[in-house]
């Protein structure tokens, strides 16, 4: 399997993946040990980012092809990264360091980069036009939901969200970054009593709402 980054393959850029690292999940807050207790109490662990660690032959026809097309990949793995490695797994990557690029032959030079990130599966999407309805999350972690929501009435609740005020147009709740807009992308958060971002539970989902003809709830399964 290729190797894809935002969508684009690594050979595109004359780059060849010689291996990989995915790092395992780091924890926090998995349990604390009372003074007078042997056995320590579990509380709800905090799942986090993994390390990734690349290394990548970049080859060309001029030591000038090679070093911009390492200057293009370093450019696009220090945005927010969609990275697909040969494991099947997609990662959303954030970009940590690169190494000091080494010829490894004529027209080769070696990089190590080094992300960190979360492994999940593609983004999946449910259409829901009745409240009471499910959605089952694969995964094994609590994934942020990202919710459009097409009104029928003025007042709009999800999930225990209200929403008051609101006119015809798509309300956006989106949980990966941390936004509440209208479909014109303006900021309606003043319009909500919301107290949590939306996420989901993996398994079973009850999606309930009121006021609302269409609601679409999109999410990563993601993987610990």
Not at 36 to 61: C, H, N
Not at 75 to 85: F, H, K, Y
Not at 128 to 138: I, K, M, Q, R
Request: charged residues 20%; negative net charge; hydrophobic residues 40%.
């Amino acid at each position: 399997m290729k190797t894809v980054i935002n969508g684009i393959e690594l050979e595109a850029f004359g780059g060849y993946l010689l291996s990989y690292e995915v790092g395992p999940t780091a924890y926090e807050n998995n349990y604390v040990k009372p003074p007078a207790r042997l056995v320590p109490v579990k509380l709800q662990t905090r799942v986090g980012l993994r390390s990734i660690r690349l290394k990548i032959d970049f080859e060309g026809e001029s030591m000038r092809e090679i070093t911009l097309a390492i200057s293009r990949v370093t450019a696009i793995l220090r945005q927010e990264t969609s990275l697909m490695l040969p494991d099947g797994f997609h990662y959303w990557c954030e970009y940590v360091s690169a190494s000091e690029p080494q010829e490894m032959a004529p027209w080769i030079l070696q990089v190590e980069f080094e992300l960190i990130g979360f492994r999940h599966e593609p983004m999946e999407t449910k259409v829901f036009t009745a409240s009471g309805s499910y959605v089952t999350v694969e995964g094994n972690c609590t994934t942020p939901a990202v919710v459009k929501i097409t009104p029928s009435a003025s007042t709009v609740v999800f999930g225990g969200i209200t929403f008051t005020d609101v006119t015809e147009g798509e309300i956006v709740i989106d949980g990966v970054f941390t936004t509440v807009t209208d479909e014109d992308g303006e900021n309606i958060f003043a319009k909500c009593d919301m107290t949590a971002w939306p996420d989901l539970e993996p398994g079973l989902n009850e999606i309930t709402f009121s006021g609302a003809s269409r609601v679409e709830v999109s999410y990563y399964p993601i993987w610990q």
